[in-house]
């Protein structure tokens, strides 16, 4: 058996240790705008929600309970604009990471068959695709790829890192090229609720997809617009087709969502008060931030939605987050994402207020 080094490429993030070190020592703390984790509290309905369910002796089941799919059908129409979706079109998922990592493998994907994604994006598409051992490729334009023996191509908007929001005709000229080569189209949407300069748009909503699910599907998370990150709550929406066999492959390999985090998606799915209380936390940071980073001597590219700001000052990644990090102030190299991310970093927005405050003190 292969070493794992030999399959997958080293943890990014470990490069970052010794700057870490050097913004921790900063007199008034470290501000880490690194990964983007909520810091914000769980919404008290969620919190009650996953108390009252806390006596869930049994197993869960993968699909989820009738409950939970209605809530994710429910929210989709409501806020999607997806038409006619029904419990045969969700699929519950432990944390949208895990999907991304082993889809791939799940879909019997190996060696000969391609995986393409974004040139710039977040490091596990490609995970996914060296852990099934499949081919793997990076594009600006996936409707200029070579087509043959494309099984699986990724979508992220809006996007990680770059903020970069795909718009409505451009998804809909995407998914028509996609159909057209029957190749299987995913798109990663986990930051669709967290539109600034741009409202985005889901593969899932008729104007871009004619009004049939055939051959996409979309993957959400309850991660950012719910400060659900420690619970793994995400979930599929799209083709029956598609989510019919990866249940009866995750029933297989007991990939199940918590009864309790179940329970607490239902409340979370329900309630749009408290994603909007979220957004405005959020849209005040990005506000205090840009404008430091903007008067520090930074370019802001994109941004338009999601938790990020990929900013640049023309120079090495690697040298501005030492620039950075000797102010007490941790950002994510840009080269973690691709190499055309190499001037560039990632800046997240998930900080408390304090804490943004002194970065902005100290910009």
């Not at 996914?128 to 790829?145: I, Q, S």
């Not at 080569?181 to 899932?204: K, M, N, Q, R, T």
């Not at 749009?272 to 404008?291: F, G, I, K, M, T």
């Not at 190499?339 to 800046?347: S, T």
Request: hydrophobic share 40%.
């Amino acid at each position: 058996m292969s070493a794992v080094s030999d399959r997958l490429p080293a943890f990014p993030w470990d490069k970052l240790t010794p700057y870490k070190a050097t913004a921790a020592a900063h007199p008034d703390g470290i501000v880490d705008l690194s990964v983007g984790t909520p810091v914000d509290p769980v919404p008290e309905l969620i919190q009650k929600a996953l108390v009252a369910a806390a006596d869930s002796p049994g197993y869960p089941t993968v699909w989820g309970t009738p409950e939970l799919r209605d809530a994710i059908t429910g929210w989709a129409e409501r806020r999607l604009g997806a038409r006619d979706a029904t419990h045969r079109h969700v699929l519950p998922i432990v944390g949208s990471k895990e999907l991304v990592a082993w889809l791939p493998t799940q879909l019997g994907l190996g060696p000969g068959d391609r995986v393409a994604y974004p040139r710039l994006a977040y490091p596990t598409y490609e995970v996914g695709a060296r852990l099934a051992r499949a081919d793997h490729e990076a594009y600006d334009d996936p409707t200029e790829l070579d087509p043959e023996g494309l099984k699986l191509l990724w979508l992220n908007s809006p996007s990680n890192p770059t903020g970069k929001v795909l718009s409505k005709e451009e998804l809909t000229r995407i998914v028509a090229w996609a159909r057209s080569h029957d190749i299987l189209l995913f798109s990663d949407e986990c930051y669709l609720e967290l539109g600034w300069e741009a409202d985005p748009v889901s593969v899932l909503h008729p104007d871009v997809n004619g009004g049939s699910y055939d051959g996409i599907v979309s993957v959400h998370s309850l991660s950012k617009r719910s400060n659900l990150a420690g619970y793994r709550a995400a979930f599929l929406a799209g083709d029956p087709a598609v989510l019919g066999p990866l249940l009866e492959i995750r029933k297989h390999g007991g990939m199940m969502t918590s009864a309790p985090t179940q329970a607490a998606v239902v409340a979370a799915l329900g309630d749009d008060d408290h994603v909007r209380v979220q957004r405005e936390r959020y849209a005040s940071r990005r506000e205090l931030l840009r404008e430091a980073l903007v008067t520090h001597g930074f370019r802001i590219e994109h941004s338009e939605a999601s938790l990020y700001l990929w900013a640049t000052r023309g120079e090495s990644c690697w040298d501005t987050v030492d620039h950075l990090a000797k102010r007490g102030i941790l950002v994510a190299p840009g080269d973690f994402y691709g190499p055309a991310g190499a001037e560039f970093v990632r800046v997240a927005l998930t900080a408390t207020d304090e804490r943004v405050a002194a970065a902005v003190r100290r910009l």
